[in-house]
């Protein structure tokens, strides 16, 4: 996916729990771990981790028992139907109007119920025995999990044909596409996969972010009957969703305000919430869980990190309102919250005007057209991206040096240069994975049970680059890509590079953060003029780096849980070739049915063109004007020039709290205040009131008052609300919602007010 709904923010972008202690010392505000309590049903504080490697060997189980097979008919099938409803559903949330992320934890969840129930009810005699070898074990699941994952996103590819069909009337060979997301979802793969030594292996790389899942996993599978009753409110919330969804959509955000004053403009944009582009939903409450835990599960994020998310939130609202109603950049002569390029009269802008045959800009009918305009709060998004980048490179070397320094110790260009001379050529290597590829100190505890297996070798990650870059080569130039092959070189080279770093510190801190303006900018500037192929640029140069994150992710998790690596090879592999597939039915399907509301700038509460818009408009604003809009002199100059102010940005709380450490400026996490003070700018906006509620009753009340109770039961029931919520997503977006042909609407009362936003709010758009 190009981008949340947070903005900048996705489930890898803010720092997760990298202790699940009952204690609030898990997390110092830093990025780095200073004590976690061993025993999570006692409310002492003995027994503390200090580290990384007292972390994944005591809040995650070091145990392995290889007589575990998951090689088993159940793996497979259960695999393959979650990565059906995976890619499926996620394709489904890209053209929502708040993107949601398909949930491990809730993968998951539904990945053991039906194994338990294949288990449970599936005879173990004669032929059926192959069916049900015996009962279900954390390797299946965990091999289930991870074929779902790699195929439970929506491909950035998608989003490339998307734009061709909505805006450019291009309709490319169904094989050529296909082809297309194959390519662009495996390079990455590829690239990732053979940075395992570096990225991988090393006790400093945490991945904090898996930590839930495995602890969920422990949990399921040791717990016996007293786990499965956890799972309770799974089914619970999973009819709860009918009523927010399609019954009573009011429930998606309850605005007082908007209820009392209907009428006014103002009140609209400030506290209306509920539909795509309203407004800042300021004190509506939801009661939707799908967008409350929207891009991040608000009950899995330590409390220090919320605060400078709310900050952030604060500070946004803030900033848009100055913004609009000083008409900055114009901001009154168009929507408040909008993805789209405009006329000057704010009408909505035809870039096919300015396109010649070549779909490149000509200089002649750019004149006759003008320059494109953004809203306003959209450009607050775009500067407050770029000073989040630029701060998260200071923030964490003033922070976090010496983690900073331990793991790029890995990547000097000895390592590199040991890396490469292990090298295994071998296609089939029978014997186990090489304790060389990381030094006997250093070597994570879990990675040491792995040993025992055979690896899946260095050459099957070079294989699928190979394969991957061949065939986006003869892509390019049979789509008209406009992207030359120095281009596309180019990229992939920005995207090893990126790799390299950022998904080191991913894995170290729990902090992903998003390149794709930085890539966007660079494309423009290399490629002035050609808005497709900066599309192509970024596809390449930006999602590289996303799905080389998200295999090593998958990888980790198969670390944690003992999964041998070519179990979790040929998961990855089947799991993103089947979602590229569905990915691609789906985009034709949805667009083919809801195409006016996706070209539409608010969309419905139920179908959104956001992103696509937002694609679009980057495209055209950096591949095509870049020189235009964002050079020296011209209307959004500053825009670029956040990255160079972002970089100064944590220096001052930095030297604050270096002389005067009583003031705890350490609480403050500088780039996630800077990523979030764009936070607001697309989407459905009425759950923030409620999403803050529910991470303060979970990570302080809870966590301080009951702690044994939260150790317990917090994680599983966050992955059960996850589970429920999507299940009755996927379910309502075929039955009733028009995924796959006619909508069958709830007939129209107050609380589903269906001729304008369901929050009775007055309908700007």
């Given at each position: 996916?190009?981008?949340?709904?947070?903005?900048?923010?996705?489930?890898?972008?803010?720092?997760?729990?990298?202790?699940?202690?009952?204690?609030?010392?898990?997390?110092?505000?830093?990025?780095?771990?200073?004590?976690?309590?061993?025993?999570?049903d006692?409310?002492?504080?003995?027994?503390?981790?200090?580290?990384?490697?007292?972390?994944?060997?005591?809040?995650?189980?070091?145990?392995?028992?290889?007589?575990?097979?998951?090689?088993?008919?159940?793996a497979?099938?259960?695999?393959?139907?979650?990565?059906?409803?995976?890619?499926?559903?996620?394709?489904?949330?890209?053209?929502?109007?708040?993107?949601?992320?398909?949930?491990?934890?809730?993968?998951?969840?539904?990945?053991?119920?039906?194994?338990?129930?294949?288990?449970?009810?599936?005879?173990?005699?004669?032929?059926?025995?192959y069916?049900?070898?015996?009962?279900?074990?954390?390797?299946?699941?965990?091999?289930?999990?991870?074929?779902?994952?790699?195929?439970?996103?929506?491909?950035?590819?998608?989003?490339?044909?998307a734009?061709?069909?909505?805006?450019?009337?291009?309709?490319?060979?169904?094989?050529?596409?296909?082809?297309?997301?194959?390519?662009?979802?495996?390079?990455?793969?590829?690239?990732?996969?053979?940075?395992?030594?570096i990225?991988?292996?090393?006790?400093?790389?945490?991945?904090?972010?898996v930590?839930?899942?495995?602890?969920?996993?422990?949990?399921?599978?040791?717990?016996?009957?007293?786990?499965?009753?956890?799972?309770?409110?799974?089914?619970?919330?999973?009819?709860w969703?009918?009523?927010?969804?399609?019954?009573f959509?009011?429930?998606?955000?309850?605005?007082?305000?908007?209820?009392?004053?209907?009428?006014?403009?103002?009140?609209?944009?400030?506290?209306?919430?509920?539909?795509?582009?309203?407004?800042?939903?300021?004190?509506?409450?939801?009661?939707?869980?799908?967008?409350?835990?929207?891009?991040?599960?608000?009950?899995?994020?330590?409390?220090?990190?919320?605060?400078?998310?709310?900050?952030?939130?604060?500070?946004?609202?803030?900033?848009?309102?100055?913004?609009?109603?000083?008409n900055?950049?114009?901001?009154?002569?168009?929507?408040?919250?909008?993805?789209?390029l405009?006329?000057?009269?704010?009408?909505?802008?035809?870039?096919?005007?300015?396109?010649?045959?070549?779909?490149?800009?000509?200089?002649?009918?750019?004149?006759?057209?003008?320059?494109?305009?953004?809203?306003?709060?959209?450009?607050?998004?775009?500067?407050?991206?770029?000073?989040?980048?630029?701060?998260?490179?200071?923030h964490?070397?003033?922070?976090?040096?010496?983690?900073?320094?331990?793991?790029?110790?890995?990547?000097?260009?000895?390592?590199?240069?040991?890396?490469?001379?292990?090298?295994d050529?071998?296609f089939?290597?029978?014997?186990?994975?090489?304790?060389?590829?990381?030094?006997?100190?250093?070597i994570?505890?879990?990675?040491?049970?792995?040993?025992?297996?055979?690896?899946?070798?260095?050459?099957?990650?070079?294989?699928?680059?190979?394969?991957?870059?061949?065939?986006?080569?003869?892509?390019?130039?049979?789509?008209n890509?406009?992207?030359?092959?120095?281009?596309?070189?180019?990229?992939?080279?920005?995207?090893?590079?990126?790799?390299?770093?950022?998904?080191?510190?991913?894995?170290?801190?729990?902090?992903?953060?998003?390149?794709?303006?930085?890539?966007?900018?660079?494309?423009?500037?290399?490629?002035?003029?050609?808005?497709?192929?900066?599309?192509?640029?970024?596809?390449?140069?930006?999602n590289?780096?996303?799905?080389?994150?998200?295999?090593?992710?998958?990888?980790?998790?198969a670390?944690?849980?003992?999964?041998?690596?070519?179990?979790?090879?040929?998961?990855?592999?089947?799991?993103?070739?089947?979602?590229?597939?569905?990915?691609?039915?789906?985009?034709?399907?949805?667009?083919?049915?809801?195409?006016?509301?996706?070209?539409?700038?608010?969309?419905?509460?139920?179908?959104?063109?956001?992103?696509?818009?937002?694609?679009?408009?980057?495209?055209?604003?950096?591949?095509?004007l870049?020189?235009?809009?964002?050079?020296?002199?011209?209307?959004?100059?500053?825009?670029?020039?956040?990255?160079?102010?972002?970089?100064?940005?944590?220096?001052?709380?930095?030297v604050i709290?270096?002389?005067?450490?009583?003031?705890?400026a350490?609480y403050?996490?500088?780039?996630?205040i800077?990523?979030?003070?764009?936070?607001l700018?697309?989407?459905?906006?009425?759950?923030?009131?409620?999403?803050?509620?529910?991470?303060?009753?979970?990570?302080?009340w809870?966590?301080?008052?009951?702690?044994?109770?939260?150790?317990?039961?917090?994680?599983?029931?966050?992955?059960?609300?996850?589970?429920?919520?999507?299940?009755?997503?996927?379910?309502?977006?075929?039955?009733?919602?028009?995924?796959?042909?006619?909508?069958h609407?709830?007939?129209?009362?107050?609380?589903?007010?269906?001729?304008?936003?369901?929050?009775?709010?007055?309908?700007?758009?």
């Open positions: 996916m190009s981008l949340t709904a947070a903005g900048a923010i996705s489930e890898h972008t803010v720092p997760s729990e990298k202790a699940f202690s009952t204690d609030d010392k898990s997390f110092d505000g830093k990025g780095d771990v200073e004590t976690a309590t061993v025993d999570a006692s409310d002492s504080e003995e027994g503390v981790l200090s580290n990384e490697r007292d972390i994944a060997t005591h809040v995650i189980s070091v145990d392995d028992d290889p007589s575990l097979n998951p090689w088993t008919f159940r497979f099938f259960i695999g393959l139907g979650l990565s059906t409803f995976g890619g499926v559903l996620a394709e489904i949330y890209y053209f929502k109007p708040q993107t949601v992320l398909v949930s491990l934890m809730f993968i998951a969840v539904v990945s053991y119920i039906l194994g338990v129930f294949m288990e449970t009810f599936i005879p173990r005699r004669g032929l059926l025995r069916l049900n070898p015996g009962p279900f074990n954390k390797k299946e699941n965990a091999f289930i999990v991870i074929m779902a994952s790699a195929s439970a996103n929506s491909a950035l590819g998608t989003e490339v044909l734009v061709q069909r909505l805006y450019y009337n291009i309709t490319p060979n169904a094989g050529a596409s296909v082809f297309l997301l194959f390519s662009s979802q495996l390079l990455g793969y590829g690239i990732g996969g053979m940075m395992r030594s990225l991988l292996y090393p006790s400093k790389m945490l991945y904090p972010g930590l839930p899942l495995l602890s969920m996993f422990d949990a399921l599978f040791e717990g016996g009957m007293a786990a499965r009753r956890k799972l309770r409110v799974f089914y619970i919330y999973l009819f969703e009918l009523f927010p969804e399609w019954i959509p009011l429930l998606t955000g309850l605005s007082i305000m908007c209820l009392a004053v209907p009428n006014n403009a103002a009140v609209s944009r400030v506290f209306g919430g509920t539909n795509g582009n309203e407004g800042l939903g300021l004190l509506s409450f939801c009661f939707d869980w799908q967008y409350i835990s929207s891009g991040v599960n608000p009950m899995t994020i330590p409390l220090k990190a919320q605060f400078s998310n709310f900050l952030g939130y604060l500070l946004c609202m803030v900033v848009f309102v100055a913004v609009y109603y000083n900055i950049w114009k901001a009154q002569n168009f929507p408040f919250l909008s993805q789209l405009f006329y000057e009269n704010g009408t909505q802008y035809d870039q096919t005007l300015i396109l010649n045959a070549n779909y490149e800009v000509d200089p002649t009918l750019l004149a006759e057209q003008g320059v494109p305009y953004y809203s306003s709060t959209w450009i607050v998004y775009l500067l407050s991206s770029n000073l989040g980048l630029a701060a998260t490179f200071t964490l070397l003033l922070w976090n040096w010496d983690d900073m320094r331990s793991a790029w110790s890995w990547m000097t260009l000895s390592s590199i240069k040991k890396t490469w001379a292990n090298f050529w071998k089939w290597q029978a014997d186990g994975m090489r304790t060389q590829d990381v030094d006997d100190e250093d994570d505890p879990h990675y040491k049970q792995m040993l025992k297996y055979p690896d899946a070798p260095n050459s099957w990650y070079f294989v699928v680059f190979l394969v991957a870059f061949v065939i986006s080569l003869v892509v390019l130039y049979k789509t890509s406009t992207l030359p092959w120095w281009g596309f070189l180019i990229s992939l080279l920005l995207a090893t590079v990126s790799i390299l770093f950022f998904c080191a510190l991913a894995a170290i801190t729990g902090l992903m953060f998003i390149i794709q303006p930085f890539v966007q900018m660079i494309g423009g500037y290399l490629h002035k003029g050609l808005p497709v192929a900066n599309m192509y640029f970024v596809l390449y140069g930006y590289s780096v996303t799905q080389a994150n998200l295999l090593l992710r998958d990888l980790k998790i670390q944690y849980a003992k999964l041998p690596p070519r179990a979790a090879f040929t998961a990855q592999i089947l799991g993103t070739l089947l979602g590229a597939i569905l990915n691609f039915i789906m985009m034709n399907s949805i667009i083919d049915n809801q195409r006016e509301i996706l070209l539409s700038v608010q969309g419905t509460n139920i179908w959104s063109g956001q992103q696509p818009q937002m694609y679009n408009s980057q495209a055209i604003a950096w591949g095509g870049s020189n235009e809009l964002f050079s020296a002199g011209q209307r959004y100059q500053w825009v670029p020039w956040a990255y160079v102010i972002g970089l100064f940005i944590p220096v001052p709380f930095w709290h270096r002389y005067w450490p009583k003031l705890r350490d403050l996490y500088t780039p996630i800077a990523y979030f003070i764009g936070w700018c697309v989407g459905i906006n009425s759950s923030i009131l409620s999403y803050f509620s529910v991470a303060f009753v979970s990570q302080w809870l966590r301080r008052r009951y702690p044994r109770w939260f150790a317990k039961y917090n994680y599983i029931i966050a992955a059960a609300l996850d589970g429920g919520t999507q299940v009755m997503v996927f379910i309502l977006s075929f039955a009733v919602q028009g995924a796959g042909g006619t909508s609407l709830f007939p129209a009362w107050w609380g589903a007010n269906q001729g304008g936003n369901y929050d009775h709010c007055l309908y700007l758009n």
